[in-house]
């Protein structure tokens, strides 16, 4: 007789199979991203009555199956809705991009409850506070890191300068490679073409963030320039790891403009 397993879940994706069922993407506390079939999803009033939604927190039951990595949904019971995410567009903007890159920087079945947390917590941040670019660069920093693609940035990846060693403030004088994962000084970048200019000022922060797990954007406030340059280098480089276009960077960039 096949195990059953019950899991707090957070819905990634669904799409439709067939004529009554669903394929459904989770991330799950216990057992990492999760894919499953939905039976009958389309047309049961009870064991996933608004349970399937993308951002839904929910209790999954499922059991594995033979033969086969897509696992056997019993039942989902909502347990969040998340309702005031949902009920505006930029917050759904940023939930789906959000869902959208972890579902993509994570592999199947790799337990990651850190990532679960991370997601988890920033939902809530959205559902309570509100979405804002700062929030969506800790979002992007912090999943890089916990899922083993943090961005090197202390020295450049070739020569090994330091770029307290070379800062200037009037002059950008480092590129983070997307390539690479890391920052390139001046010289070295001539041997690159994905690279993102970037500041010693958003080396700085862009440090500080990922050295200090609780660190926030504190007064002083960034300028525009450096967010838009910390921005501009973690979307790309998470598009580079991705190898494919991101569907939620279009809807998202109409309120991060």
């Given at each position: 007789m096949q195990t059953s397993h019950v899991t707090s879940a957070i819905v990634l994706r669904s799409w439709p199979f067939g004529e009554s069922d669903k394929i459904v993407s989770f991330l799950t506390e216990g057992h990492g991203k999760l894919t499953g079939i939905a039976k009958g999803a389309k047309r049961s009033k009870k064991r996933f009555v608004n349970s399937l939604e993308p951002f839904s927190f929910v209790s999954l039951n499922f059991q594995d199956r033979s033969k086969t990595s897509l696992a056997f949904i019993l039942s989902c019971e909502l347990q969040k809705s998340y309702k005031n995410l949902i009920a505006s567009?930029?917050?759904?903007?940023?939930?789906?991009?959000?869902?959208?890159?972890?579902?993509?920087?994570?592999?199947?079945?790799?337990?990651?409850?850190?990532?679960?947390?991370?997601?988890?917590?920033?939902?809530?941040?959205?559902?309570?506070?509100?979405?804002?670019?700062?929030?969506?660069?800790?979002?992007?920093?912090?999943?890089?890191?916990?899922?083993?693609?943090?961005?090197?940035?202390?020295?450049?990846?070739?020569?090994?300068?330091?770029?307290?060693?070379?800062?200037?403030?009037?002059?950008?004088?480092?590129?983070?490679?997307?390539?690479?994962?890391?920052?390139?000084?001046?010289?070295?970048?001539?041997?690159?073409?994905?690279?993102v200019p970037i500041s010693g000022a958003t080396l700085d922060l862009m440090t500080n963030l990922q050295q200090e797990p609780n660190s926030t954007f504190e007064d002083p406030k960034p300028s525009p320039t450096v967010l838009k340059q910390i921005r501009s280098a973690t979307a790309r480089f998470i598009q580079f790891q991705l190898n494919r276009e991101i569907k939620s960077a279009s809807f998202l960039n109409q309120f991060c403009s």
């Amino acid at each position: 007789m096949q195990t059953s397993h019950v899991t707090s879940a957070i819905v990634l994706r669904s799409w439709p199979f067939g004529e009554s069922d669903k394929i459904v993407s989770f991330l799950t506390e216990g057992h990492g991203k999760l894919t499953g079939i939905a039976k009958g999803a389309k047309r049961s009033k009870k064991r996933f009555v608004n349970s399937l939604e993308p951002f839904s927190f929910v209790s999954l039951n499922f059991q594995d199956r033979s033969k086969t990595s897509l696992a056997f949904i019993l039942s989902c019971e909502l347990q969040k809705s998340y309702k005031n995410l949902i009920a505006s567009l930029e917050k759904i903007a940023f939930a789906s991009y959000y869902v959208e890159i972890t579902e993509g920087l994570i592999g199947e079945r790799e337990e990651n409850r850190l990532v679960f947390d991370h997601l988890k917590r920033s939902l809530n941040r959205l559902e309570s506070e509100g979405a804002s670019i700062t929030f969506l660069i800790d979002f992007e920093l912090k999943l890089l890191s916990l899922t083993g693609y943090q961005p090197l940035l202390d020295s450049c990846r070739r020569c090994g300068m330091h770029p307290s060693l070379s800062y200037a403030p009037v002059q950008t004088h480092w590129y983070f490679s997307l390539r690479d994962g890391a920052i390139l000084c001046a010289g070295c970048s001539k041997l690159r073409k994905e690279l993102v200019p970037i500041s010693g000022a958003t080396l700085d922060l862009m440090t500080n963030l990922q050295q200090e797990p609780n660190s926030t954007f504190e007064d002083p406030k960034p300028s525009p320039t450096v967010l838009k340059q910390i921005r501009s280098a973690t979307a790309r480089f998470i598009q580079f790891q991705l190898n494919r276009e991101i569907k939620s960077a279009s809807f998202l960039n109409q309120f991060c403009s």
